[in-house]
């Protein structure tokens, strides 16, 4: 683990140094989960900068400002999504990841601020832009954010869950009839069993009524397959 620590941080110095002129942005995150000054910030899987700033701001968010080599300066976009992930390399450390979910938007500006989502979010956008693509692709990323559920807090599961259905809804109509199939039979009784599994920890603590909405979402989702 010293090791990782210790070739990430001189992975860091040296991109620092390497970079003649950096493409510098803002990042706005709600939290930002262990991020730290000189963490990467990976492109898909290349790393393209690292983290120059972090500061706390009087509205409760964080901003942190990133300097991406120049090389690289067109591939974040506005429409980009940026979120907080494990380092693949250093354990214990974070990391920015920066992903290409649709295909248009422009180049971020110098010094431009654009909002970072949490991880799961991110997930989720991805699979619900591969929704009217392939739905065979998602079926691994749906497993990946139900595993990342279980570290959250109930209320944070519960918030979670119903962006996801909301998610959902929205690109629903889009489906073909073999996508709601595979929604139905497939995908639907995961998020279910999820779902139950959380009914059952609120219900011993009397706090069932929290899946009201979910409940709702779910009600709908089902009627419109």
Known sequence: MIRNVII???????????????????????????LRKNDQVFFNKTPIGVVKDVEYTDSGSYLVKVAVDDQYSSLPKDSSTFYIDSHPEAEGQKAIRIIQVQEDGNIIGKNAIVVGQTKYEAIY?????????????????????????????????????????????????????????????????????????????????????????????????????
Do not use: W
Request: net charge positive; with cysteine; charged share 35%.
């Open 125 to 225: 956008g991805r699979i619900a832009s591969k929704f009217r693509k392939n739905v065979g692709v998602i079926e691994s990323e749906i497993n990946e954010f139900l595993k990342g559920l279980q570290n959250l807090t109930q209320d944070e599961q519960i918030k979670q869950i119903e962006r996801q259905l909301d998610k959902i809804l929205a690109e629903i109509e889009s489906l073909s009839v073999q996508m709601k199939h595979r929604l139905e039979t497939e995908i639907l009784p995961r998020i279910r069993e999820q779902i139950e599994e959380l009914r059952r920890r609120l219900g011993e603590l009397g706090k069932e009524k929290k899946l009201k909405y979910v409940d709702q979402k779910i009600k709908t989702i089902t009627a419109k397959l």
């Open 8 to 34: 990430s941080a001189l992975t860091a110095l040296v991109l620092i140094g390497c970079f003649g002129t950096t493409h510098n942005f803002m990042i706005r995150f709600d939290d930002i989960e262990g």
